[in-house]
């Protein structure tokens, strides 16, 4: 007899690795945040219990994100841990909204470079806040000012024997999650962040090193649903820039981790505005709790498609073991040094960084390069939310020049028609140009006027070629013979000469 479920090994095997590379994850995250450890591990588990249930991408897992480090700190820092839960609950009412008015598909619009850029940006603030975490150090609070302290916080380091210890902590995490992919593969079913913070843990322990770690609370103690006082923040203009940077942020995420796991994997595609949903459930259970934000996570998604899951099943289960070791556990969190989380995340943001993505678009489409260019040190220079929208902004920009973008090639062989070709998209942003062109052909010479290569012809266009077209057969030898564009051809009328 069959079983009912033939993947359910694949899936529980799957769902062990899944819990192995959220654990530190979870933790490292949170603590980058600035909040509670626990507090990730709740995110994790609402990201494998709630949002691991419902529809949408049936393989990619969901929890507290490096991504979206940067912005959580900053809204910690603004507005408080106690408000962090009702900035979490806004954003996933407001992604539920998205998705329930299918809004979830036009995510796959946003431009490339940006999304790149952005994630460029979190990388590069990760990196540099992180390196003050393993050093023992203070962050500055601005990303401009992380990157410039790091020389200062490189001579304090080196002139105190308690950084060194932290620092060689965290390089050396580093270390084993790079080296690990080189070990046997035996070994390699442990994933390298989990065999680097069990390293760095013993190693802390074993040699006494005078390194600060994980303060842990009970799991039930940090679970703080959001009062009166936090739902009064809500009434200020200042936090739904928050809100509303956390919903697009977190949303764009997933839904890029999703395009991106899908191409792993040749089960169910991705319901779009089905996982948006997902999400935003998710999300609004987290804000219940005052947890951090969750979003889909690439990392562990494709740590569960290489596992060998095949359902939702080992999602959610990964959630069930991250339940039983916070709460069977909580001590064991205690002894794990903090510079190894910053290792874990120092790795994390410098994978973030597209580094071959950037020489490819440099090689093909510089104006893309640009644009990821700026909005990664926009994000560092300013914030998160006002980085991606200057990257949205450089977009559409673009997406206006080329659109209003035409070329005029004129070929005169000296007997014969006038050759006057064109090509793009003309819009009367460049009918001052193109008139001016074809002002200048000799007077009785008869013209040719293709217009075969035109992707767009707008109206004013239209009546002005007509009028030049009418103007210039009055007074020449023979009408302007003129080739439609394609735009005829599904419907649009093409200018003719009279």
Known sequence: ??????????????????????????????????????????????????????????LQVSGPAAGMTVLVFEAVSEFGVSTLGVI????????????????????????????????????????????????????????IGKLAGLPKALVDALSSSQSLASLAIGAGTIAVIVLWKQMPRKARAVPGALAAVLLATTATLAFGLPVATVQVEGLLGVIQPPGPEAFGELAGPAIWGTVLAFALIASAESLFSAAAVDRLHNGPRTRYDQEMIAQG??????????????????????????????????????????????????????????????????????????????????????????????????????????????????????SAWEASHTRLEIVDKGAGPVQVHLSGYATFLRLPKILDSLEALPRRRPVELDL???????????????????????????PVKITAPVTAAAGAKAPTAQ
């Open 88 to 143: 979490v609950l806004a954003a996933g009412l407001l992604q539920l909204a998205m998705g329930i008015f299918k809004v979830g598909r036009w995510f796959r619009a946003i431009s490339v470079s940006v999304v790149e850029g952005m994630l460029c940006g979190i990388g590069l603030v990760i990196i540099a806040g992180q390196i003050y975490a393993a050093a023992g150090l203070k962050a500055p609070g601005s990303g």
């Open 281 to 398: 459930t998710g999300n609004t259970v987290c804000g219940l709790l005052g947890a951090l934000p969750l979003t889909a996570v690439i990392v562990r998604s494709s740590a569960n498609v290489n596992a060998g899951a095949k359902t939702k099943a080992s999602r959610v289960l990964h959630g069930v073991w991250l339940l039983l070791f916070a709460a069977a556990l909580p001590s064991a969190l205690a002894l794990i040094p903090i510079p190894a989380l910053a290792g874990i995340l120092v790795h994390a943001g410098w994978k973030l960084i597209p580094f071959r993505q950037v020489a490819a678009l440099w090689r093909g489409h510089r104006s893309e390069a640009l644009i990821l260019v700026v909005t990664a040190v926009a994000i560092v220079a300013v914030n998160m939310f006002e980085g991606v929208l200057i990257g949205l902004g450089l977009s559409v920009v673009k």
């Open 452 to 478: 075969s290569g035109l992707h767009h012809l707008d109206h004013a266009c239209r009546t002005a070629l007509e009028s030049w077209a009418e103007g210039h057969s009055t007074i020449g030898t023979q």
């Open 1 to 58: 007899m069959m079983p009912k479920y033939p993947y359910a090994w694949q899936d529980f095997t799957a769902s062990i690795v899944v819990f192995l590379v959220a654990v530190p994850l979870c933790v490292g995250v949170a603590v980058a945040s600035g909040v509670p450890a626990e507090l990730g591990l709740v995110t994790g588990i609402v990201g494998g219990l709630v949002t691991g249930c419902m529809p949408g991408s049936s």
